[in-house]
């Protein structure tokens, strides 16, 4: 049986952090859309995006959903960052830095 070397085992932590956030990402906007009426439904952008409606008035159900949007947008892309600077750690352990 071939072992996984340690440096692709930390290289693994990189993938698990991505596809973790993006499912989490698409279910909490999916769950927020589903709770929102067909006509505001119909506003917003494609699937599984779903982008808040841009340059008119919001009704209060769609801001908040903007909101919620934006809030999980950004947690995701803190993930993403942290995600990165791992795989950079991983790249200079695999180099040789340490």
Do not use: C, K
Request: glycine share 8%; aromatic share 12%.
């Amino acid at each position: 049986m071939i072992g996984m070397s340690p440096e692709w085992s930390l290289a693994m932590v990189f993938v698990f952090a991505i596809t973790l956030a993006s499912g989490w990402q698409r279910s909490r906007i999916r769950r927020a859309v589903r709770n929102l009426s067909t006509a505001e439904q119909r506003e917003l952008g494609e699937a599984p995006d779903y982008a808040p409606p841009t340059g008119t008035a919001l009704t209060p159900e769609l801001a908040t959903y903007a909101a919620l949007h934006r809030r999980v947008r950004w947690i995701v892309r803190g993930v993403w960052a942290l995600a990165f600077v791992w795989l950079a750690y991983v790249v200079w352990l695999i180099v040789g830095g340490a």
